[in-house]
């Protein structure tokens, strides 16, 4: 990524607009590791849904506000547009393989037992290190994504571990503390 390819922060991007580098623009953040979440709901016929996201955030603590975005094209898309409740979980080190369940096919994520019924008849992954449920209170359209924000209503701490993060594709653990 050069200085061109950037848009100045007071010029609107046209809708289509891609960086000059594209490669470089993915490299970056694939070198920017995240912490892997799940976000879970129900589709408008009660089924489960879910995916892996590495873009939850705090926005705010009073009230309890957290973001995630998404692609509009994802499987979980519907759901999400359709519905006022969601859950997140934090995953720590020892939900690699439930990451790995909630990133395939989605037809493939609900089966098994690693997740249960929760408040509001929610999917609720096992054994996470946190998880918090709340009501959608606003999607933000951005091109062919969405940004969505909730407000946290309930949730619960569960045992310690070390955060999963992504980072240059694959799941990895926080290294030596520098």
Sequence with gaps: MNASAATPADSPASPGAMPEDLHAFKQAFRRHAAGVAVVTALDPDG?????????????????????????????????????????????????????????????????????????????????????????????VSAHNNAVVIMQVEEGELGREDAPLLYHEGAYRTPGEIV
């Design 47 to 139: 089924r489960p849904v879910g995916f892996t996201a590495t873009s939850l955030a705090s926005l705010a603590a009073v009230p309890p506000l957290a973001t995630f975005n998404m692609a509009r094209s994802a499987s979980a898309w519907r759901a999400i547009a359709e519905t006022d409740r969601v859950v997140i979980h934090m995953l720590g080190a020892r939900n690699r393989a439930t990451a790995q369940i909630m990133a395939r096919d989605a037809s493939e994520r609900f089966i098994g037992d690693h997740w249960h019924t929760g408040p509001h008849g929610l999917p609720v992954l096992n054994d996470v290190t946190a998880w918090m449920s709340g009501r959608i209170l606003e999607r």
